[in-house]
């Protein structure tokens, strides 16, 4: 049997993105979710994404209508990973979930079938320890927005083979992604790692009131993370010259928090209740903000960018 088929297991907040890139990518995509309910909710969250994706001029609108067509939805994961060639496991960030699934999955298929999860925080060695192949298991950790944002980390386990990382990788290029083969599977993966010692040091800035959580913000989203998309910060440092990277290090990395565990300023406002926009307040007072504004705001800004990096 021929496979050509990619199936994705969970419809919460990222696959039906991941679903919606395969489809515009000319797969034929099946979204697999746990009731009918919530497979056909996925499929209109693919849909919608593939729509404004064509609304912005990002897919043609003939694509846009291919991809309609090769999505389905489901709930049967036996019958639909019959004629696939790679499965992409999206569920809750549940270790022992996971590797039941993955033990299952991996009893479905035949060896030369690619099983992936979208793990953001789960080492992909653990979550395949019970697979028979353990060969031709990875991480693949879309960035939400899935279907806008073009980085995908690769992320190899102690027992992936080489090839199934480069083949994954050339079959995410295709899908107009920006895949990065990460060889090491370590809490955080690539780029959260770089995320979290930028959190860090934001955080501190704000407990010692260097600035507020606005200025914070803005001093990254006008400053550094404005040139990021075309300037990353090891090509910056080349740029200015290693020597001067080396000491601007030496006077300001003294300051810097280097702390190994998560600020006492967090865990105060976690311990209080103000978890941030679910609560109503956190850094900000969200009686004062408005989170979809926010959102579409962000959204925008990533079209925006995803136009003049296409043209």
């Not at 999505?71 to 639909?80: C, R």
């Not at 990973?81 to 992409?88: G, K």
């Amino acid at each position: 049997m021929k496979r050509e088929g990619i199936a994705v297991i969970g419809t919460g907040l990222m696959g039906p993105g991941i679903a919606a890139c395969s489809a515009l990518a000319g797969n034929r995509t099946k979204l697999i979710g746990r009731t009918i309910d919530k497979a056909r909710a996925g499929m209109e969250k693919s849909l919608q994404c593939i729509r404004q994706l064509s609304d912005n001029q990002l897919v043609g609108k003939e694509q846009a209508e291919e991809a309609n067509d090769l999505l389905e939805a489901s709930t049967d994961i036996e019958k639909s990973l019959t004629d696939v060639y790679w499965v992409i496991e999206s569920i809750t960030e549940n270790l022992e979930t996971k590797q039941k699934l993955f033990e299952f999955i991996d009893s479905l298929v035949p060896p030369e079938v690619i099983i992936s999860s979208n793990t953001s925080g789960l080492r992909i060695t653990e979550i395949a320890q019970y697979t028979k192949h353990p060969e031709r298991t990875v991480t693949t950790h879309f960035w939400f927005p899935a279907h806008l944002v073009p980085l995908v980390e690769v992320v190899m386990s102690d027992g992936t083979e080489e090839k199934t990382a480069l083949k994954l990788k050339e079959l995410l290029l295709k899908w107009d992604k920006a895949p990065v083969i990460v060889r090491k599977d370590l809490p955080g993966q690539l780029a959260n790692r770089i995320l979290q010692a930028v959190i860090r040091e934001a955080v501190n800035i704000v407990q010692m009131g260097l600035a507020t959580p606005e200025d914070v913000d803005t001093s990254i989203k006008m400053g550094m993370g404005i040139r990021m998309p075309a300037w990353g910060p090891l090509e910056h440092i080349e740029a200015v010259g290693l020597d001067l990277a080396l000491s601007v290090q030496n006077t300001v990395l003294p300051g810097i928090s280097n702390d190994t565990v998560p600020s006492s300023y967090l865990r105060e406002l976690v311990d209080k209740g103000n978890l941030g926009y679910k609560t109503g307040s956190g850094f900000y007072d969200w009686s004062k903000k408005d989170m979809k504004e926010l959102m579409n705001k962000r959204d925008d800004f990533i079209m925006k960018a995803l136009r003049i990096i296409k043209s």
